[in-house]
């Protein structure tokens, strides 16, 4: 990689974590958080009664924070008359006012309803309100940031590895050609600048160098040691310094030549053969990221709901019990965990069908947009 593409990539890279980074303050700044009490107590006798305003385009969210519960009491929440399930003994609890219930003017209650009397004190509570706009843009915004963050160095990669590939297709019918010369009498560099004109696709621009070097009166085996170490391909850097070699010691190049296009042909037609055997390998892999998101899916829909109405599971952030908030800290896990899995898995699938893990770029996009719309789009 060059200096100047690295400087590209390292652009692309620091904006990609500016857009990242703008998304998260957008976020921060548009949420207007109000306290609605502090250090207060709820009794069967003295419920808290507060009223805060919200435009009907806003996520509202209302925060609550406790001291302590006395045995047996329980808090109820009343938004706008529509009670919450009651809950008890934890230490938080965050609400999210349903958009059909929030008005220009909400009424929040808490009361104590287990009937025994005990006193819940109060530590914090706390209003938080989001312009219903945010929550897309931020989505916008981080698909954008991480598509220039890791987006352009995976396209680099990739691309590097298919140059690589295909010159190592042409680098055996090259060889071939310069066989065909020596054959007719010519030593190897005449049989080289012979073959300038032909077309070897990627390798030409390549054949052209050497060509013009060699009419320079460059040191031949400089020339090719150089001509090996810009393809940066294993398989031709062995067989130039196998045709250096020979050169030096005056061995019988053609057949050395002969040796290696063979090989180099051999070893193409095995790679295309193991590609064309892997494809049901690539099928499973991505049968089973489909499964695997289908699975996260299923237990959003139908497990989670099941546990919170049992009272077996709370929010992630302090022990609540409403189901809204769960669900929503749940698909953010989950959709991160999809998007871990299929980084992982795409690039899994390119190691064992193209050999190298950089193949996986592509495949990491097709699974993440299907995990990403799987999850974000249709739950």
Do not use: C
């Not at 808490?110 to 005990?118: A, C, D, H, K, N």
């Not at 009498?185 to 080289?192: K, N, V």
């Amino acid at each position: 990689m060059d200096r100047q593409t690295l400087w590209r990539l390292g652009i692309l890279a620091a904006l990609g974590a500016v857009v990242i980074g703008a998304s998260f303050m957008l976020q921060s700044v548009a949420t207007h958080a109000e306290v609605l009490a502090k250090d207060a107590s709820v009794s069967q006798e003295r419920p808290l009664t507060f009223t805060f305003r919200a435009a009907p385009s806003e996520r509202v969210t209302v925060h609550m924070q406790f001291k302590s519960f006395a045995v047996d009491s329980q808090l109820q929440p009343v938004i706008n008359e529509e009670a919450s399930p009651p809950f008890t003994n934890v230490s938080s609890q965050v609400i999210q006012v349903k958009d059909d219930n929030l008005q220009t003017v909400n009424q929040l209650v808490l009361r104590e309803v287990s009937g025994v009397g005990g006193l819940i004190i109060v530590d914090e509570v706390r209003v938080q309100r989001v312009p219903g706009y945010v929550s897309v843009v931020h989505v916008l915004l981080n698909i954008v940031g991480v598509t220039l963050l890791i987006g352009p160095w995976i396209f680099h990669s990739y691309r590097a590895f298919r140059h690589r590939q295909e010159l190592e297709v042409k680098f055996p019918a090259f060889l071939r050609d310069v066989v065909e010369g020596m054959h007719a009498g010519m030593p190897l560099p005449r049989a080289i600048i012979a073959t300038q004109d032909n077309e070897y696709g990627a390798l030409s621009p390549y054949v052209r160098s050497i060509a013009a070097k060699i009419e320079w009166g460059v040191p031949f085996d400089t020339i090719l040691s150089e001509f090996a170490q810009k393809t940066r391909s294993t398989h031709i850097q062995r067989s130039v310094n196998a045709v250096i070699h020979a050169h030096r010691t005056g061995g019988a190049i053609t057949e050395i030549l002969e040796a290696i296009s063979t090989n180099l042909r051999s070893f193409q037609d095995l790679r295309q053969e193991r590609k064309h055997q892997m494809y049901g390998e690539i099928l499973t892999g991505y049968v089973i990221y489909v499964v695997f998101v289908v699975i996260l899916a299923s237990i959003i829909t139908y497990l989670l709901p099941a546990l919170v109405s049992t009272g077996q599971l709370y929010t992630l952030q302090g022990g609540g019990t409403n189901i809204d908030v769960i669900l929503g800290e749940y698909r953010v896990l989950f959709r991160n965990l999809a998007i871990l899995q299929a980084v992982f898995s795409g690039s899994v699938i390119g190691k064992l069908s193209e050999g190298t893990f950089s193949a996986g770029g592509k495949h990491m996009v097709i699974l993440g947009s299907i995990g990403y719309a799987g999850l974000v789009l249709f739950i």
